[in-house]
């Protein structure tokens, strides 16, 4: 195997946590309609499982403390054990037979895949050829991305046989992450952490150095720009198929249509973001994205929650989040701080945003049952913030080595 085919394996096997994360929120999307019914679960309490769901609080807990434990010990033995764990709260999940299994499956999970997260990135970043950073990211999104395709696909054929055939999306998870973790072993240990840690004599940078204004100004523009635009994907991703079945569209289209937004997000990843991130002006790719969510958004604002907005709106904003604030999340706040604190800087900045989620969508049922105009207002504006703060203050790192950015930062 060549070095560039190894590296490219290594970013799909450090990748595929993106795609146990979003397959997770999305599972538990498709069994939040069936369990409200078998629990007799309130509005409140679907909050609850939201805010502390892998979608959000104890995901951003554990990419709080994964990143701070990828920086000290290495990004291998986080990603390497953590989908053990991962795999555990599942088994909550899968056999579920009350609302409080439901809420510590979750937790559990959340922990799991929020540690991942800055323990894939780094790494996807770090081994990335530097011509080819972008594109290695991009796999990562795609995974990402094909997650809910497969689990809504699976649920479309699974739905007829109630939660127990839905069980079987939380048992494909489990499995993957079994397999992971023997797949994960035989992967090397960053490069650059141990060449980071040998300059250090193991002696890492202090929490101290994360808040310098140097690095605190980037934490806060990534906290805005992906913060933003986070509260939208947390109800895009979660609650979409549920809203599908309290509004009354057909049946098919609380597995297809948000399938399909996935969908066309890997088309626009593969199309744009990949093959265009490493090359061309990376703030003109981010502003016509953020401008096309912010449209498609406003579109159900305008016209409400009908079948032919839905699929619009669908269409839109899966082509637009191909190459928007979730992709260059990734890539941005790998190449925004040095290796030496390179995950805590993105454990950190995704738990704000993970937790900011969490309150918010303590808000989201209620809120969608009773006045859906003024949620997707809400939301509209959120998608603008995120892109008139993203666009102004986007970086310009394309074709650029982790050094040289590092270089560039310290002579400013």
């Excluded at 100004?217 to 635009?229: E, P, R």
């Amino acid at each position: 195997m060549t070095r560039d085919e190894g590296s490219w394996r290594n970013t799909i096997l450090a990748g595929l946590a993106n795609y146990i994360d979003s397959g997770s929120i999305v599972a538990g999307s498709v069994a939040l309609a069936l369990w409200k019914d078998i629990y007799g679960l309130t509005d409140s309490f679907i909050g609850l499982i939201a805010a502390f769901s892998a979608n959000a609080i104890s995901a951003g807990v554990g990419a709080f403390i994964g990143g701070w434990l990828c920086d000290k010990f290495g990004r291998k033995k986080i990603y390497q054990y953590d989908m053990l764990f991962y795999a555990f709260g599942m088994l909550f999940l899968i056999f579920a037979n009350a609302a409080w299994m439901i809420i510590a499956g979750f937790l559990l999970v959340g922990l799991a895949v929020g540690a991942d997260i800055p323990a894939s990135w780094s790494l996807i970043a770090e081994q990335a050829p530097d011509d080819k950073r972008g594109a290695h990211s991009g796999v990562a999104q795609v995974l990402w991305n094909l997650g809910p395709v497969v689990v809504l696909g699976a649920a479309y054929f699974l739905k007829p046989f109630g939660i127990d055939g839905i069980r079987w999306l939380f048992i494909h998870l489990a499995v993957l992450a079994l397999a992971l973790t023997f797949l994960r072993s035989q992967m090397q240990e960053s490069q650059r952490w141990e060449e980071a840690q040998a300059k250090q004599s193991g002696a890492l940078s202090s929490w101290g150095e994360l808040f310098t204004p140097r690095y605190l100004g980037a934490m806060l523009y990534l906290i805005v720009m992906y913060g933003f635009w986070n509260l939208w994907a947390g109800y895009n991703g979660f609650f979409t198929p549920y809203l599908i079945a309290q509004n009354d569209l057909p049946q098919w289209a609380e597995t297809v249509l948000p399938a399909s937004n996935f969908l066309f997000g890997i088309i626009a990843l593969l199309a744009v973001f990949m093959p265009l991130s490493d090359r061309i002006n990376q703030r003109l790719l981010f502003g016509i994205s953020a401008l096309m969510q912010v449209g498609g958004m406003a579109l159900l604002a305008v016209f409400g929650f009908t079948l032919e907005t839905v699929l619009l709106h669908v269409v839109i904003m899966g082509i637009a989040g191909g190459f928007g604030a979730q992709s260059f999340f990734q890539l941005w706040s790998a190449e925004l701080f040095p290796t030496a604190i390179r995950s805590r800087a993105q454990g950190l900045t995704f738990a704000v945003v993970r937790i900011g989620l969490g309150v918010w969508s303590l808000a989201v049922p209620a809120l969608a049952s009773t006045d859906f105009a003024t949620l997707a207002w809400i939301l509209t504006g959120f998608l603008a913030v995120s892109g008139v703060v993203g666009f102004i203050w986007a970086p310009r790192n394309e074709g650029k080595s982790l050094e040289q950015l590092e270089a560039e930062r310290q002579a400013v």
